[in-house]
Structure formats: C-alpha cells, structure tokens
T-cell receptor
C-alpha cells in the first residue's frame, strides 16, 4: 500500500517567517514528488515538483527531496497571510501518472 | 499555460436524476485525465483514471455503472453521476496531464443532491 504521510497541523507561523512543511512516503519506487496548495473550497494548485535529490527553488518556495530517507519538504520563505491554505504532498511512481496524495497540512500565517 | 476547466462549477439536482460534468484541457492535449472526489475536510480521493479512446480504470470501491466516464478526445473528459443520491453530494475535481508527471486540476464542481 503506497502511503504519503503529512502532519495535519494546523501549522501556525508569523508573517515573514519561514514555514516548513514535511512529508514522508512509503513506496521506494516513487520517483516524482509534488506540492499542491489548496484554499478552502477550491481545487488544488500545483506549486512545485521535484524529481532529483536535493533542493529546488522557485521564488519563495524551496522543495527538498531525500530519497534515502523517503522525505520531501517544502519551505516557504517570507510567509504571507495569503499563503494560509492546506498544502498537499503527492508522489508518483515510475511509468505512472497516478498520484498518491497525503491528507495535507493546514498552514496559517498570522499577520 | 496548463489550464483545465470544468463545467458546471456547481449543480443542484434531485435524487434519482443524472448529472454530467465536463472537464477540458484548454491549452494542451491531455493523454490522461483523472477524476477525484473530495468530502469536506478530507483529502482527495481518486475515483478513476481515463485515457482518450479507452475505458476508464476505476479505483476499488467506485461503482463504474454509477460514475460513467467518457474520454472522447484529448481535451475532453466527462463524468456522469447516474441516479444521484444525497450521499453523492461532494466536490468533484478533474485533473489532466500533458504526458509529463504533473497533474493540473480543474476548478472543481460542487454537486448537491436533494
């Protein structure tokens, strides 16, 4: 059974701080990892994806992947109240387009 | 780029009727489309995977005769909820992939069955 685990939160950070969101996955065959943001009542929006070990930066967002530890994280620098949302971690295996989603971490950025 | 639309955005129907939801990839051809359902405060649940021109693959526990999926072209997939009941009320979201691994989600359709 492929599983993606996330702390449900809520994770509260003050405005301007770094928010750190974590995710672990059970299937060692997973090759691609995705972070989605979902505002309440809306559909998920793709923020970043990462395939290789190490860090990948895009603006205020940095995704980190450690395949040996089966661990994925998302750092949000200079957090803004508009970043308050549920963040979904997802993984897909080789040759498959299907994503296995975690249950999401709710982030609250306090002004 | 990578825009996916859904129609309608919300629908209210009476118990026993059928509802069709359309999912379109607007600026890319989608080799594969997915249909998800999400209940309040819960995560996404994959219902089925559809590939253009072939039968959809349904996840365990999803009734294929109740949730009819047609992927008629590389830009259009439809989900028909047949004989809808109040327990089918949910947020239905489609996603599409252009053949890479990332999925792009439509805005969702909120179905309420009375």
């Amino acid at each position: 059974q492929k599983e993606v685990e996330q702390n449900s939160g809520p994770l509260s950070v003050p405005e301007g701080a770094i928010a750190s969101l974590n995710c672990t996955y059970s299937d060692r065959g997973s090759q691609s990892f995705f972070w989605y943001r979902q505002y309440s009542g809306k559909s998920p929006e793709l923020i970043m994806f990462i395939y290789s070990n190490g860090d990948k930066e895009d603006g205020r967002f940095t995704a980190q992947l450690n395949k040996a530890s089966q661990y994925v994280s998302l750092l949000i620098r200079d957090s803004q109240p508009s970043d308050s949302a549920t963040y979904l971690c997802a993984a897909s295996g080789a040759g498959s387009y299907q994503l296995t989603f975690g249950k999401g971490t709710k982030l609250s950025v306090i002004p | 780029g990578a825009v996916v639309s859904q129609h309608p955005s919300w629908v209210i129907c009476k118990s026993g009727t059928s509802v069709k939801i359309e999912c379109r990839s607007l600026d890319f051809q989608a080799t594969t489309m997915f249909w998800y359902r999400q209940f309040p405060k819960q995560s996404l649940m994959l219902m089925a995977t559809s590939n253009e021109g072939s039968k959809a693959t349904y996840e365990q526990g999803v009734e294929k005769d109740k949730f009819l999926i047609n992927h008629a072209s590389l830009t259009l997939s439809t989900l028909t909820v047949t004989s809808a009941h109040p327990e089918d009320s949910s947020f239905y979201i489609c996603s599409a992939t252009p053949g890479l691994h990332e999925q792009y989600f439509g805005p969702g359709t909120r179905l309420t069955v009375t």
